[in-house]
């Protein structure tokens, strides 16, 4: 009797010494993929000045394309609400719709980018109320475009785009910059 249950033990010790080894887990990778560069135009803004109640906002253009990138006159823009809704604003060619700024006064002209340039324009308006009973006009985003008709790129300035009851703003035109251009995506 002993042997038979050393024999049954033994079978059971062989049996579970015998059973199906388990896998060993897959290995896991972790990849981390950047976001793929932008190719061709690139819009950026700069830091608000916001002196005396007017209001100065640089738009960049990079050209982060392989060929080059040819624009005219004034970039096409417009004042976005919190929720990305276009607001009613006047958008005027020319900085001196708003306000004469010297060095923002030039006429339009043909600037030709190469790979790794920019070009820059100035997005002018003053947070004025003249009349108390006309509520005032108040902006979260910009939609620019190098050009009317070309695809919008929504950015965000640093600070409100708080027009107080003009309802307008002015856009100087496209002039070449010696800065290099950023071609990385505004984060």
């Known amino acids: 009797m002993k042997l038979r249950h050393l024999f049954l033990l033994g079978t059971g010790v062989l049996l579970v010494g015998c059973s199906a080894p388990t896998p060993p887990p897959e290995p896991t990778t972790t990849t981390t993929t950047k976001p793929e560069p932008p190719h061709g135009p690139l819009i950026s803004l700069g830091v608000t000045d916001a002196a005396s109640g007017l209001r100065a906002v640089p738009i960049r253009l ?13 970039p096409a823009l417009r004042v976005l609400d919190e929720d990305h809704k276009p607001i009613e604003v006047d958008v005027r060619d020319g900085a001196d719709a708003v306000a004469l ?32 009973t006309v509520v005032a006009t108040s902006g979260t985003y910009f939609d620019v475009a190098p050009a009317s008709g070309q695809p919008w790129q929504t950015r965000k300035p640093d600070g409100p785009i708080d027009l107080g009851n003009t309802g307008k ?4 035109p496209w002039a070449a910059s010696p800065d290099k251009g950023n071609c990385q995506p505004p984060g």
Do not use: F, I, R
Request: aromatic share 4%.
């Open 62 to 74: 990079a050209n982060c394309g392989s060929a080059p990138l040819t624009v005219t006159g004034y």
């Open 169 to 172: 703003v002015g856009v100087s």
């Open 101 to 132: 700024v010297p060095n923002l006064e030039h006429p339009p002209t043909t600037v030709t980018l190469a790979p790794g340039q920019q070009a820059e324009a100035t997005v002018l308006w003053k947070n004025t109320v003249t009349d108390a």
